[in-house]
């Protein structure tokens, strides 16, 4: 199963559990964010295009993290005593997609993570 969505003039393909950079968003770590601009769903046999949007289609995500990388730029010219060196960093977003959904549907309730029982867990040493 896997679906195309657009997000920021940007269309990305994911499948569930996929992690994907979008532009970023001024949201905190573990929140859920959706997409709903879905422009094609397909599972097995089953293909929805949407026209331009398919109809209560959505993506259910989990924002990860906040990475950035710097990026630089230099510019070099011989014998001219010219150099420009200038850094860019540009900010995204980290999502994993937990569900891809249709019209009526829901995302599953999240199950809390089981604790682990002592007799399992590390010795100190």
Do not use: W
């Not at 422009?39 to 089953?46: D, H, I, K």
């Not at 011989?78 to 995302?107: C, D, M, S």
Request: glycine letters at 8%; hydrophobic letters at 30%.
């Amino acid at each position: 199963m896997y679906a195309v969505f657009e997000d920021g003039s940007r269309q990305y393909k994911v499948s569930e559990g996929d992690r994907v950079k979008v532009d970023y968003r001024e949201v905190d770590p573990g929140a859920r964010v959706e997409f709903d601009r879905v422009l094609l769903y397909a599972a097995g046999e089953t293909l929805h295009i949407g026209q331009p949007t398919v109809d209560g289609g959505r993506i259910v995500a989990e924002l990860v993290e906040h990475p950035s990388t710097k990026v630089y730029v230099q510019h070099f010219r011989r014998r001219k005593n010219y150099r420009r060196l200038r850094g860019h960093r540009q900010p995204y977003t980290k999502v994993q997609v937990r569900n891809i959904l249709l019209a009526g549907q829901e995302p599953p309730a999240e199950t809390p993570p089981v604790p682990i029982p002592e007799t399992y867990a590390k010795p100190s040493t």
